[in-house]
C-alpha cells in the first residue's frame, strides 16, 4: 500500500515547520524524501494520534496499518475485533491456507509473496463466467454467488470483503448452513446500502471476525488489514 496523500502532507507540514525551510512540498520534484521515511515520520505521527497502548497487543498493528493507509483515525475506535481474530488469521497463513476476497481489487493489493511463502494463494471468482450465471439465475449478486462459488475451498481459510455487503450476508448464510469453515472473516464493506447492516450481523457469528461500525471501509481497508496479518505472521514465522 502507497502512503496516503494525507498522512504525508502532514509528514511534510511538521518537517517543514522543524526545519523552517519551506522547501518540502507533497508530489513535487523537490520532495526530498524517501518512501521509507515518510513511512517511518508517519507511524510516528500516528503514535501521537492514537494510543495504540489502549488495544490487546495483538490488535494494535492492525488498528495502525488500517489507519496509516486510509488517513483516517476514526477507525482506530470503529474497527471491531473478535478475541481469537489475530490468532485464528495468523495461524491460517502460517498452515497455507488460502485467501478468498470479493472483488480483484481486494486480490490485487493482497502481498502474495508474503502468502506464497507459507504456500498460501488469494482466490477470487468475481470474474467467473459461471459466478455471472449462477448470480443471474438466483437473481442475486456476483459477489454472493462467488462466495457460494468458493464455498468448498476455503475451510480453514480468510475471507476478505471490501466491498460488497450481499458477500457478507451469503458467507453467514453459508457459515449458518455448514457450508462454509473459515478460519477468519475480514468483513469491510463500504457505502449507504446493506454495508452497516452486514457488519452488524457479522459482529453476531461465532467465527472469528474483523470488521468496523458504520458505513466507512472499502477494499483498501480489507487489503490493509490482511496485509498487516501477513506481515506479522513474517515477523514470527520466516
Do not use: W
Request: net charge neutral; glycine share 10%; charged share 25%.
Amino acid at each position: 500500500m502507497g502512503i496516503d496523500d494525507r498522512i504525508a502532507q502532514i509528514v511534510i507540514d511538521r518537517i517543514e515547520e522543524a526545519t523552517g525551510n519551506g522547501k518540502v512540498s507533497a508530489g513535487t520534484k523537490n520532495t526530498p524524501l524517501r518512501p521509507e521515511d515518510i513511512e517511518k515520520e508517519s507511524f510516528r505521527i500516528l503514535s501521537e494520534l492514537i494510543d495504540l497502548e489502549q488495544f490487546p497487543k495483538d490488535f494494535g498493528p492492525i488498528v495502525q496499518r488500517v489507519v496509516h493507509t486510509t488517513g483516517d483515525p476514526d477507525f482506530a475506535s470503529t474497527l471491531v475485533f473478535h478475541p481469537d481474530a489475530v490468532t485464528s488469521g495468523i495461524e491460517a497463513i502460517r498452515a497455507g491456507r488460502p485467501i478468498l476476497t470479493d472483488v480483484t481489487m481486494v486480490k490485487a493489493g493482497i502481498d502474495k509473496k508474503i502468502l506464497s511463502s507459507f504456500g498460501g494463494e488469494v482466490i477470487c471468482k468475481i470474474s467467473d463466467p459461471q459466478v455471472s450465471q449462477d448470480a443471474e439465475s438466483a437473481g442475486d449478486t456476483r459477489a454472493a454467488a462467488s462466495m457460494r462459488a468458493a464455498a468448498g475451498m476455503i475451510s480453514g481459510g480468510i475471507i476478505a470483503i471490501g466491498n460488497a455487503p450481499t458477500a457478507i450476508f451469503e458467507v453467514i448464510r453459508l457459515i449458518n448452513g455448514g457450508g462454509m469453515k473459515p478460519a477468519l472473516i475480514v468483513g469491510i464493506p463500504v457505502g449507504f446500502v446493506g454495508a452497516v447492516e452486514s457488519k452488524e450481523e457479522l459482529a453476531k457469528v461465532s467465527v472469528p471476525f474483523i470488521t468496523n461500525r458504520g458505513r466507512k471501509g472499502g477494499s483498501t481497508v480489507a487489503v490493509a488489514i490482511v496485509n498487516a496479518l501477513l506481515r506479522i505472521a513474517k515477523e514470527k514465522y520466516l
